[in-house]
């Protein structure tokens, strides 16, 4: 979208990162896995590119001359939109300075996005904002009743959190969803490609291929409209976040899958002493996360875990890992239960939908509508109690 000449190029790399020499080598497309070839350099000719470019270069950015023009790219900061997205306590660091002196910069380059009108005005009034809502993007999920339950599907702008115990779904929403962004706005889908971060190794091109050939999608276009990142530890999660701008960019994704956001922190900082530390962590990252989804007009998925909370008398001691850090952090949150054969969504946290429930099942098809009349809509009195 922005500074496009700079993209990719310069990235720092981290120490603590495993596997490669460069953040070019991270994430590739997904043909690539399916061939079994290594081949990491990203084809843009393969990905429908509608978004405007715009050349902006930091050195525009008011108050920033060559030299500390220079500080922010060894710091791997290249483009206006980079700077945008960074948080002042990260930037500080990056490039030695006060937080102060970090904050304008970072202030400077949100306003010349504005006033290049690719950020919207500091205060606008509500009805611009609810003009805006409208045109914002949606991704079916591929369940009716799971779209009903998010008033339409995914939205840009927007994190959206699937949280469950194992075996309930949220890996194959995660790639039924891949699927369906590739198809036209007008089939429910973003007319883009997605970039999907696997922290678990469970990304299945062929499961792609057949979600996509269930659903008379052409695989071959579908798989490669996905740019996957294999990631080994959290070093490298927050390094593949911290860049995420550029890939964006790169790929002109308009969804990006987090599967899942949490469970590298969480096997790396297990004890108590740790945690503070961690949350922190993901805090940092989960932030960026948010600003990246509205800045980028992206749909932004994550998936989480769950975690038994001893303490809880009434109801389901089952609650989302991660604590308020991660609550905080998700637009939307979803809880997914099996209910024998089917499964149960649960809108847990969202600042307009209604706290509904929908059921679904996994098919073939991936994510998929029950087949049984009336019972794809809402959750039945009966499966609704059972979710108290
Ligand atoms: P964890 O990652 O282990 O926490 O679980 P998850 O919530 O990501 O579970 P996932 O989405 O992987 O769902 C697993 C369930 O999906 C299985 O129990 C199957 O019911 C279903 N499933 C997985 N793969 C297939 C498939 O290829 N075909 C069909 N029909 N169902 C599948
Ligand atoms: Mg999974």
Redesign the pocket.
Known sequence: MIDKKTHMKGEPTDPSTEGSDSNDANISASRTESSGSSSSSPSSSSISNDQPIIELEIQDIEGIGPTTAKKLKEAGIVSVMDLAVTSAEELAVEINASKDSAATFIIAAQKLLRDSKVLEKEFVTADTVLEKRRSMLRCSTGSTALDELLLGGIETQAVTE?Y????????????TLCAVAKQPVESGGLDSSTIYIDT?G?F?PE?IQ?IARARGYDPVQVLKSIAICKVYNSSHLELIIKNLGKYVDDFKAKLVII??VISLHRAEFAGRGTLADRQQRLNGMLHKIIRLAEIYNIAVVI?N?VQSSPDTFFGDPTKAAGGNVLGHASTYRIY?RKSG?NRIARMIDSPYHPYSDARFT???KGADDLEEEGESKSLSKKAKNSMK
């Open positions: 699937f469950g115990e194992f075996g309930s779904g949220k890996s194959q929403i995660c790639h678990e469970t299945r499961r057949e599967d899942s998936t875990q997914l054969e996994l098919n073939e």
